[in-house]
């Protein structure tokens, strides 16, 4: 998969609330979106008013994950999706045929990019992508993807692109113990007081037992949206799904978000969407070591993240802009099978605010190497961040955090433990 898709990008969605799909919808803009059920009816408002984008099938793309696919057990697919032309937002409709041999099926969103086609603007919602009406009628899994990229007026045409995973598996004592219930209430969830910050939190809680499965066990990112009460320049943006706790059916975490300009008091608020997994073949792992490819070589360095608000006004002009970040990792994983979700990005402008043409951080391509013997194996995976402006590259900066759904755990772990690189691994080609 391509570390860049071809085409302008300029903005980055995020998911869950998205802003108006038409000339029309986008210029009512400014109801408040005060309540989830106001982002659920924005949602179905962009499904009413508008018939499903095209997908441009030169720059999407959908292949099985090479490591990932084990006839009986799993099989994991990975794609990237763009529509455009599209003002305020868009949506498109996806279906992938259930393999055979398998029963269970689910999709992961890792992230999307977005770019104004016409010159760079201001920005109010900047609605990376969520997935939402997932349905599983016989053979298939169906999905809607919706995506947002506005400044107040709605009417700038845009592109956008986002990256997901598929998974397909057997469940039950032959195949994976693993689940994922019909939901029974809204997975959406928000922060709409808007406190005068730049970062926010959102708190979520799911609890959802089924059967012998029991609990939930992880938590899927399925998208999440940000959004200015009046259209701003931007100098950061970033999400945080944080750390999830499992106590007995009950799966809870608490989420923050980061929209800037220069200015700390503009108010803003933000939505996710989520969904979760269960079973005791289930587990949420986040590796407190990685290594990353820096300098020709690779590096072991310790996993921190954090979102973290600059001071306010221009800040130190430090090295030249570039218009992606490209990083690149891997990591010795202590199960039979693994999936990298993007649960955390952040994105720094150099100097100070400006329009955008371009933003966005995804999970671009990733590969798994089974040990051989059943026991654990290594997670490849690439992150990309970009940043635009009609001047060119304006990213100084971009953090990420990718958390393992890991499937199946091992008892022995080559290595030394789970938080232990292996020693040697072949090298990824290069991204850039």
């Known amino acids: 998969m391509s570390k860049m898709i071809n085409g302008?990008?300029?903005?980055?969605?995020?998911?869950?609330?998205?802003?108006a799909t038409t000339t029309s919808l986008a210029c009512?803009?400014?109801?408040?979106?005060?309540?989830?059920?106001?982002?659920?009816?924005?949602?179905?408002?962009?499904?009413?008013?508008?018939?499903p984008a095209t997908i441009n099938g030169q720059n999407s793309v959908r292949g099985v994950v090479s490591g990932l696919n084990v006839p009986g057990k799993l099989q994991v697919q990975q794609g990237h999706s763009c529509a455009a032309p599209a003002r305020g937002g868009v949506f498109v409709e996806e279906v992938a045929t259930i393999p055979a041999?398998?029963?269970?099926?689910?999709v992961i969103f890792n992230g999307a990019s977005a770019s104004y086609t016409g010159g760079d603007h201001h920005v109010a919602m900047l609605g990376s992508g969520a997935i939402i009406d997932v349905e599983r009628p016989p053979g298939q899994l169906r999905w809607k993807a919706a995506g947002s990229l506005s400044d107040d007026n709605a009417d700038d045409e845009f592109e956008w692109c986002y990256f997901y995973s598929l998974?397909?598996?057997?469940?039950?004592?032959?195949?994976?113990?693993?689940?994922?219930?019909?939901?029974?209430?809204?997975?959406?969830?928000?922060?709409?007081?808007?406190p005068p910050t730049p970062v926010h939190e959102i708190a979520g809680s799911i609890t959802a037992s089924v059967g012998t499965f029991?609990?939930?066990?992880?938590?899927?990112?399925?998208?999440?949206?940000?959004?200015?009460?009046?259209?701003?320049?931007?100098?950061?943006?970033?999400f945080?799904?944080?750390?999830?706790?499992?106590?007995?059916?009950?799966?809870?975490?608490?989420?923050?978000?980061?929209?800037?300009d220069k200015e700390s008091w503009r108010a803003m608020a933000s939505a996710e969407l989520v969904e979760v997994m269960n079973g005791p073949g289930v587990t949420m792992w986040q590796p407190r070591v990685v290594s990353h490819w820096r300098n020709g070589r690779w590096q072991e360095e310790q996993v921190s993240f954090k979102l973290q608000a600059q001071p306010d006004g221009a800040w130190n002009c430090v090295g030249g802009n570039v218009?992606?970040?490209?990083?690149?990792?891997?990591?010795?994983?202590?199960?039979?099978?693994?999936?990298?979700?993007?649960?955390?990005?952040?994105?720094?402008?150099?100097?100070?605010?400006?329009?955008?043409?371009?933003?966005?951080?995804?999970?671009?391509?990733?590969?798994?190497?089974?040990?051989g013997s059943g026991m654990g194996g290594i997670l490849k995976y690439t992150v990309v961040g970009t940043l635009?402006?009609?001047?060119?590259?304006?990213?100084?900066d971009m953090q990420n955090k990718v958390t393992i759904l890991g499937l199946q755990s091992v008892t022995i772990h080559r290595g030394g433990g789970p938080t232990a690189p292996v020693t040697q691994a072949p090298s990824p080609t290069p991204s850039r």
């Open 323 to 371: 218009p992606a970040i490209v990083e690149q990792y891997f990591v010795d994983v202590p199960f039979a099978y693994a999936v990298p979700l993007l649960t955390g990005w952040q994105l720094n402008q150099a100097c100070s605010d400006s329009h955008v043409q371009r933003i966005g951080a995804y999970i671009d391509h990733y590969s798994f190497e089974p040990s």
């Open 214 to 238: 029991g609990g939930p066990r992880a938590v899927l990112p399925r998208g999440i949206a940000t959004w200015f009460a009046f259209d701003q320049h931007i100098l950061q943006a970033g």
């Open 167 to 194: 998974l397909f598996w057997k469940s039950g004592a032959t195949g994976l113990q693993a689940t994922v219930p019909t939901p029974t209430a809204s997975r959406i969830f928000g922060e709409f007081i808007r």
């Open 240 to 260: 945080d799904l944080g750390t999830p706790a499992i106590s007995e059916n009950t799966i809870s975490w608490t989420s923050q978000t980061l929209l800037k």
């Open 8 to 19: 302008s990008y300029r903005s980055m969605l995020v998911t869950g609330v998205l802003v």
């Open 101 to 106: 041999g398998f029963d269970e099926a689910t």
């Open 28 to 51: 009512d803009y400014h109801p408040p979106l005060d309540s989830v059920d106001d982002v659920a009816e924005l949602l179905a408002e962009l499904k009413a008013s508008t018939p």
């Open 388 to 396: 635009t402006d009609d001047n060119g590259g304006r990213l100084y």
